[in-house]
């Protein structure tokens, strides 16, 4: 699909976060690709995954768009969301239909730039749509300036500068969808259907959902924790 079809298919949408850490229960791109098409029977627009591996395994399985990311962790930086143009090249060579990379100005890997990566994306995978994973309403102003096609809210809440958000920033939403021409993604912190609807009712084009779907463990322990206080444990 070209980028006009994919932002169509995904609008209004959940796209559903499939993703596992190497030592999590639910690790391994078998498992990824299986939660993807779970995602997609329940009606799922989107996948988001991390990694050509387990983007590899999800398009085998199914059609929807991926939101591809390469998380890659170093000491030099606390950027680890698609962190540098290679990072973001193997996971539209593994299929993503939208590459999403970390928006903020923060210190990137072997000093380059999220104004020279997606320049670069533009440049060499015109196809390719390019979401910018923000924290604050100036990262996403930003953000467009330098060519990204979709802005998601991903990163509010977990930069030192917003590291006091712990719930889902409507006004964010809000702020973003009316000053900039491109879509507006919600993600982060969205645990009921009651979130979701209302960051659509923000403003927001699409809805990322991860742990509140795809975490049984994080999922059965809310439950039991209820439980527990029920009886007081």
């Known amino acids: 699909m070209d980028k006009k079809n994919?932002?169509?298919?995904?609008?209004?949408?959940?796209?559903?976060?499939?993703?596992?850490?190497?030592?999590?229960?639910?690790?391994?791109?078998?498992?990824?690709?299986?939660?993807?098409?779970?995602?997609?029977k329940g009606g799922a627009v989107g996948i988001r995954?991390?990694?050509?591996?387990?983007?590899k395994a999800i398009k085998k399985v199914t059609k929807l768009p991926v939101?591809?990311?390469?998380?890659?962790?170093?000491?030099?930086?606390e950027v680890y969301i698609?962190?540098?143009y290679e990072s973001a090249k193997s996971i539209i060579e593994a299929g993503a239909s939208i590459v999403a990379l970390d928006g903020t100005q923060r210190k990137r890997p072997h000093g380059e730039t999220v104004e020279r990566i997606i320049g670069k994306i533009n440049s060499e995978h015109p196809n390719i749509l390019v979401m910018a994973d923000c924290a604050t309403f100036e990262?996403?102003?930003?953000?467009?300036?330098?060519?990204?096609?979709?802005?998601?809210t991903t990163l509010c809440g977990y930069t030192e500068e917003t590291?006091?958000?712990?719930?889902?920033?409507?006004?964010?939403?809000?702020?973003?969808?009316?000053?900039?021409?491109?879509?507006?993604?919600?993600?982060?912190h969205i645990h009921t259907k009651d979130h979701a609807r209302k960051a659509i009712?923000?403003?927001?084009f699409a809805v990322v959902v991860g742990t509140a779907i795809t975490r049984p463990e994080?999922?059965?322990?809310?439950?039991?924790?209820?439980?527990n206080l029920l009886v007081g444990k």
Request: net charge negative.
């Open 6 to 40: 994919v932002l169509e298919s995904i609008k209004n949408g959940l796209i559903v976060s499939c993703q596992a850490r190497r030592g999590w229960p639910m690790y391994g791109a078998e498992i990824m690709g299986a939660l993807s098409k779970a995602a997609e």
């Open 49 to 55: 995954a991390t990694g050509p591996e387990n983007i």
């Open 67 to 77: 939101l591809g990311i390469h998380k890659q962790w170093t000491e030099e930086s």
């Open 82 to 84: 698609t962190p540098t």
């Open 139 to 152: 990262e996403g102003l930003i953000a467009e300036k330098f060519g990204a096609d979709i802005i998601s």
């Open 163 to 188: 590291k006091y958000v712990k719930e889902v920033d409507y006004d964010l939403i809000r702020k973003l969808s009316s000053a900039l021409n491109i879509p507006i993604i919600a993600e982060g």
């Open 201 to 204: 009712e923000s403003g927001a």
């Open 218 to 227: 994080i999922i059965t322990k809310r439950f039991v924790d209820e439980l």
